[in-house]
Every structure is written in C-alpha cells, then in structure tokens.
C-alpha cells in the first residue's frame, strides 16, 4: 500500500503556479520523497526527490515540512502540457524490495487555459 | 534518442497463447525493472534486474517469465496468457540499485487478451 495521501484531483489555471500538496505521517527517518508524473499514454516521468531540504531543478521545487509529515510539489508556471496524474511516493535511499517504487492513485492535474 | 524503448507499443492476441515482449535502454544503467498498470491505473512493480540477476520477484505467477541477456535488454514473455493480463506494461531502468537514482520509464506496451 502507498504510504502517502494525496487529492484525488486539482486544477489549476494556465500560467500560475500548481502546488500539488501530499500527507505522509507515517515517514520514516531513512525515507525519502519522490515526485512523478504520468501524462497521458506515456510512462512515469520522474520530477524531483527530496529528504529533508527543500530542493529545486528546471522542472519544480519541492518543499518538506520541518516534521518531514507532508510536502508540496510546485510547478511554478503550469502550462496545458504539464496535465498529468501527479505521484507522491516514499521510499529509503537504498536498493532491495523496501526500495521499490509504490505507486498510489496520485493527484490529477488538469491545467486549464 | 529513446532511452527506454519497449516493442511492440501495442499487444492484441488471444487466450491461452504466448507472447514476448521487448525493453532497451542506452542510458547505460545497471538496473531494469518491469511494472503493471491494470485498468485501474494502480502501477505496481513485477520484477527488478540488477547486471542481468534477478533481484525482485513481486508474488508474479510464474506464467511470467523476464529473460536478461545483458544489462541494456531485459524482456518479458508471458505463457497462456489470461484475460486479467490485460493491462499496460512498463519497462524502466536506473542507475543502478542503491535507491537514490531516478527511474526512466518507456511509453509501455499496452496488451489486450481477446
């Protein structure tokens, strides 16, 4: 089972900025955050990860909070391509079957015009 | 250039038959993995190869059998095949198993059983 919660579905206007919010209260200590994405017909795209620090890349900023329970994804000026379904997942920084990824039902992003 | 590319794109055949299919990547990693996305949506992992060993078998029917004959090619084949097989299957690749790398997924193999 996926160990994160997310919304079910955002939207989010053309241009602004999406914050796309995940729970995960139950993070262990050794555990990290990854963000994907999955457009349409396409496979997972991978965003951004993160363990403590807030962290940024050319594609979003990902912020954690100080008790590590939750985290906001930001794509800082959605365009319609960034529609896709968004994927909060934790895992631990190492190989093996605890290191695998577990999808749950992530956040729908729809970027409108 | 493709970095994870999987054939064919699309899969129809019938119960009961055989199938295989293909994944590569050139992004010279040592890791490879297969995942299902069923009807639902829900992307599970099946298998993960580490330099052509098999280090994860996720509670898969041995019906489903991956074949790593080096470390850019890590292919599926599935035997009498069943409806519930139909899903979208999808092949990716890191660095290698210590965890901290990204995934890179293709664009998957959709497969219906007729």
């Known amino acids: ?113 | 250039d493709t970095a994870v590319s999987q054939t064919p794109k699309y899969l129809v055949t019938q119960m009961g038959n055989d199938k295989s299919i293909k994944c590569e990547q050139n992004l010279g990693h040592d890791t490879m993995y297969w995942y299902k996305q069923d009807s639902k949506k829900f992307l599970k992992i099946m298998f993960s190869y580490n330099n052509k060993e098999l280090i994860i078998n996720e509670t898969v029917p041995n019906r489903f059998s991956p074949k790593s004959p080096d470390k850019a090619h890590l292919n599926l084949h599935i035997n009498s095949l069943e409806l519930g097989d139909s899903a979208v299957y999808f092949c990716a690749s890191s660095q290698d198993f210590s965890g901290h790398g990204p995934q890179h997924f293709g664009d998957g193999t959709r497969l219906s059983i007729l």
């Open chain 1, 1 to 113: 089972d996926a160990k994160t919660t997310q919304p079910p579905s955002m939207d989010c206007a053309e241009g602004r900025a999406a914050n796309l919010p995940c729970n995960h209260s139950t993070i262990s200590g050794n555990e990290y955050v990854y963000w994907y994405r999955q457009i349409h017909s396409q496979g997972p795209q991978y965003i951004i990860h993160g363990l403590k620090n807030n962290e940024t890349n050319e594609m979003a900023s990902l912020i954690i909070t100080e008790d590590r329970k939750s985290s906001t994804l930001i794509l800082p000026h959605a365009t319609l391509r960034d529609t896709a379904v968004y994927y909060c997942i934790v895992r631990v920084g190492y190989g093996g079957s605890q290191g695998n990824l577990i999808f749950g039902k992530g956040t729908k992003l729809s970027v409108k015009p």
